[in-house]
């Protein structure tokens, strides 16, 4: 699905996604990835869900957001209960959401001005 939004300045926003990839200012990613508003797409190590670990948040929390949306893949799951637990010490918010979804919302909250984080997990 190809998205169409209006954005001010250099803004990273989502461009197109489809069941293997999205696309962020027209440049299409096919492993897992960090989406902010204002700082470089960065590679993410998790390639699925049951190889997520409460340490790969370490570099999502580093950017400082105020909340950070999960996108999972094509169908909604929810990471181990550890893995959740450990998101309440964080004290930023984290929403799970189908990638897409997640897409869709950032897209919403940073064309808002928001410092919103995308934390996608692709290709497994």
């Not at 939004?5 to 696309?23: K, M, R």
């Not at 799951?77 to 309440?88: G, V, Y």
């Not at 964080?90 to 979804?101: C, K």
Request: proline content about 5%; aromatic content about 8%.
């Amino acid at each position: 699905m190809k998205l169409h939004l209006a954005v001010v300045g250099a803004q990273n926003h989502f461009t197109a996604y489809d069941a293997e990839s999205v696309t962020v200012n027209h440049t299409r990613y096919l492993t897992s990835l960090i989406v902010l508003p204002d700082q470089p797409v960065e590679n993410w190590p998790p390639t699925s869900l049951e190889h997520l670990e409460t340490a790969h948040f370490d570099t999502v929390v580093a950017h400082a957001p105020e909340i950070i949306l999960l996108g999972v893949g094509a169908r909604l799951r929810f990471p181990a209960r550890e893995i959740r637990l450990a998101w309440a010490r964080l004290h930023i918010g984290v929403e799970v959401m189908d990638t897409y979804a997640a897409c869709r919302t950032y897209n919403i909250l940073a064309g808002e001005g928001r410092r919103v984080a995308a934390a996608l997990i692709l290709g497994g």
